[in-house]
């Protein structure tokens, strides 16, 4: 027996709201309210996870021991956006680089952006230090970093 499956096509609008939970809403309210990224330590094996995240992989085990991440911020990977997606945030124009970002005392990477000028992103190499650009006005989500940018632009 053939179905036969209807569609109607529209727009539908509605009210969104997440709650991000204790840890993920402390890492938000710090980068929000202190210009501060923190991570969370594992009891268990030591290590650093950015963003943090409330249980460990390695077991069910409750990572709460949070750290602020004041040190170097590197490139460790990344790839150049040519064709800006749906959902490019506002104020980002292409073409910019979507990367891991490695923070200094971190064993995980933060993926974001990192914008500046074409021929400066093609020059960019893994271990290239960043800095963090903040949004001026900041609203509890991880786009309160509006971007990263190379410390050096000389260089490259």
Not at 22 to 31: A, K, P, Y
Not at 87 to 110: C, H, K, R, W
């Amino acid at each position: 027996m053939k179905e036969t499956v209807k569609t109607l096509e529209g727009t539908i609008e509605m009210d969104y709201k997440w709650a991000p939970g204790s840890t993920v809403g402390r890492f938000l309210t710090h980068l929000r309210d202190l210009n501060e990224v923190i991570a969370v330590r594992c009891p268990k094996t030591s290590r650093v996870y950015l963003p943090p995240q409330s249980w460990s992989p390695y077991g069910q085990i409750k990572m709460d021991r949070f750290q602020v991440l004041n040190g170097k911020i590197r490139l460790k990977a990344g790839s150049i956006v040519y064709k800006a997606p749906w959902n490019i945030p506002e104020g980002v124009n292409v073409p910019y680089m979507y990367a891991a970002i490695q923070f200094s005392g971190a064993d995980t990477e933060l993926l974001h952006i990192v914008c500046e000028k074409e021929e400066i992103l093609k020059n960019l190499k893994p271990g290239d230090e960043l800095e963090i650009v903040w949004k001026k006005e900041k609203t509890g989500t991880i786009r309160d970093i509006e971007y990263f940018t190379p410390v050096s632009k000389e260089k490259l």
